[in-house]
């Protein structure tokens, strides 16, 4: 087992940036494909970016150039810049230890999520 928890959303103004943190614990150790999501009131859950256990990245093309996704041992990260209006959202992080990862794998294919923490970009 996995448990995942999320900090760091928060209101801010368009144009501010926010970190968010999705600390994991338990089996830790295996090789799991790690990603963001959001889910905006009344629309579907949307992939923001993934990152495998090999490192390599993928983002959505509404949040290229403005969001890094890391992975620091225990920890998983996205850092958003430039946040818009449309980045307000429940944001959720996920990790699976099997097959491919985001876009390839869908958001309902993941095993393990976080509790989700709330990031709304107003004026």
């Known amino acids: 087992q996995l448990h995942l928890v999320e900090s760091g959303g928060g209101s801010v103004q368009p144009g501010g940036s926010l970190r968010l943190s999705c600390t994991a614990s338990?089996?830790?150790?295996?090789?799991?494909?790690w990603g963001w999501f959001r889910q905006a009131p009344g629309k579907e859950h949307e992939g923001v970016a993934s990152?495998?256990?090999?490192?390599r990245i993928t983002y959505a093309d509404s949040v290229k150039g403005r969001f890094t996704i890391s992975n620091n041992k225990n920890t998983l990260s996205l850092q958003m810049n430039s946040l818009k209006l449309e980045d307000t959202a429940m944001y959720y992080c996920?990790?699976?230890?099997?097959?491919?990862?985001?876009?390839?794998?869908?958001?309902?294919?993941?095993?393990?999520w976080g509790q989700g923490t709330q990031v709304t970009v107003s004026s």
């Open positions: 996920a990790a699976d230890p099997l097959g491919a990862c985001w876009p390839q794998k869908h958001w309902y294919a993941y095993n393990y």
């Open positions: 338990g089996y830790t150790d295996w090789r799991y494909c």
């Open positions: 990152i495998d256990s090999d490192g």
